[in-house]
């Protein structure tokens, strides 16, 4: 019976990470790549001449439908940020335009008439 649960704890978590205090494993992740590539894509974004999808595909590795999925999802729905695209001759570049804040969904609060 002992082996078998030497056996389950060690499968918990990779050798590596076993021997990497939390402080050893925080510290490793700083010194691998700098920004995320999360970090990336915003800044691409923001920067004055936009960016395209196929650009963001090779700066990530992520598939093009995973890159749309993040423009969607992260960029227009969590961070709220106003994502404009525009046609050009290299393609449709996307861009943060300037960030006014989004008003929230709200119910009207002017009764409506009823309909006759």
């Known amino acids: 019976m002992a082996k ?4 389950s704890r060690s499968r ?7 021997r990497l205090g939390k402080q050893a494993r925080s510290q490793a992740r700083g010194l691998r790549g700098g920004a995320t590539k999360h970090a990336r894509v915003l800044a691409m974004l923001q920067s004055k001449g936009g960016t ?3 650009a963001i595909v090779r700066s990530t590795g992520w598939q093009s439908h995973s890159v749309r999925g993040f423009l969607a999802g992260v960029v227009k729905k969590k961070l709220r940020l106003n994502l404009t695209s525009e046609k050009t001759k290299s393609g449709r570049v996307y861009r943060v335009a300037e960030t006014k804040p989004r008003q929230a969904l709200s119910p009207q609060t002017t009764a409506e008439p009823p309909h006759a």
């Open 12 to 18: 918990s978590k990779s050798p590596k990470t076993r």
């Open 52 to 54: 395209t999808i196929a």
């Open 4 to 7: 078998s649960q030497a056996k």
